[in-house]
């Protein structure tokens, strides 16, 4: 990363942040400052340094309060799940209650959403298992006592038929989960949560590490049914009716859960429509397959709700909740998960020493406060702004169509889709297009001659993202307008001295 930085010359070192603005020191030593459309990759939904937020952090720390205590009472966290209900029960209208397991990363708020549903469903096996073993204890003893006849078939005596069945049923039970993600999801880099993120440079060397996944079309998701099928598998039971045994078959939960962006981040800023959203619920239910809604990026208000999945009126089994939870200060991590399938045996099988710290969990208590203050102003002021960022991405977009493909996004989680120049006349454009790295270079341009950041999705890098805080400002918007005209101008001059020198 330093190598690329330093090519594109950019490998500069930020020595200060605040709200929307990153500084670093030019050579007389003076700040310059920089406008972060980055915003620390949608962590920073407060901006960079939110008083209130590092106020409370500081208090905190002077309080003398401890920061790790764990195996203790910790109310701080009981709180935070407290606010976290009241929003899902606002937003979503139900009264079902999540319960919460805090951890320190995005990714690592996936693998509890992917351990949990594991786990639930290895309870599950266990649960078919006893039962059948119970069913299969009957019969043979109906059969041994004269009560009941053997089905025809192969077996020769009862325990021939309860070998066989017995055996079919460990083949099956030892299967390992079918997970789903859709194609060009990122739900992060360990080792079970980069076998969800679609791009296959991060996914395919430790693909032997890890439950593999089923990618579903992002725009078919009627796909789920037909996969189903094909994955379908079934537990030998036995069962008595009317003094003979029948071999019937038990439904086997294949899968472990499906996992969404309603809002894909990485993968290029693409929205799933409320359709969509939809089609996957009903799916996924009819399979009895939960749904984990990945709302890292997407959540903590930037949308215009707290949840991008509300409006489209997707309710989860687990959300996985980071980024902006933590305010851009701590590094805090949740996955909510829905009380009908919460096993709480659960929460002494994942922890972890630094999460749910004491400091992490003061400060996101501050940083629900600040965004459900005056009945939620944050996310009013999230769409405001979202909406007059849109605008202007729009009217670019049709100001210079040979150059920008379209905007795409909600509220303050926006992407704009540069063309592929990989067949442009001048040959370093074209090349750095063929060579995936022409949002980098575009990136680059906008920082050194313009003090605007922001870079490229990680998955689809065409499309430059724009994450910056709900305080945006007007001039800030002004001067990303003006900074985007350049490009525009200059990539439809294909002058690319101005992109990489003489
Ligand atoms: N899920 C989504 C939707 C993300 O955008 C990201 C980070 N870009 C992750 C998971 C992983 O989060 P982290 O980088 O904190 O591990």
Redesign the pocket.
Known sequence: MQNLLALLGIDVEYVRGEGNTLYFLDEAGREVPVIDYAGG??ALVLGHNHPEVVATAESFLRSGNPVLAQASRQPAAGRVLARLNEIVRREFGTTEPYYGVFSN???ES?EVALKHAEFDRQLTVRGLLGEIAEHVERAREAVRSGAATLPDGPDVDVDALVDRVTAANAVVAARPPVLLALEGS????LVGSVQLTHNAAYRTPFASMAAQVRFVPFDQPEAIAKIAEEERAVLLDLRLEDGHVRVVERDFPVFGALFM?VIQ??GGIREVTAEQARTIRQACTAIGCPVVV?E??SGMGRTGAFFASSPIGLQADYYTL??GLGGGITKTALTLIRGQRFRPEFDLVHSSTFAKDGLSLAVTLKVLDVLEAEGGQAYRQAAERGDRLTRLLRSLVAAYPQVLKEVRGKGLMLGLEFRDLSDAAAPRLREAARADMFGYVVSAYLLRAHRIRTFPTASAVNTLRFEPSIYLTDEETAALEAALRDVCARLGDQDEEAFFGP
Do not use: C, T, W
């Open positions: 990759y949608g990363s995005g990714a996936v990122f739900h992060g880099k962006e981040g990485e990945d890292i990026q980071a980024k």
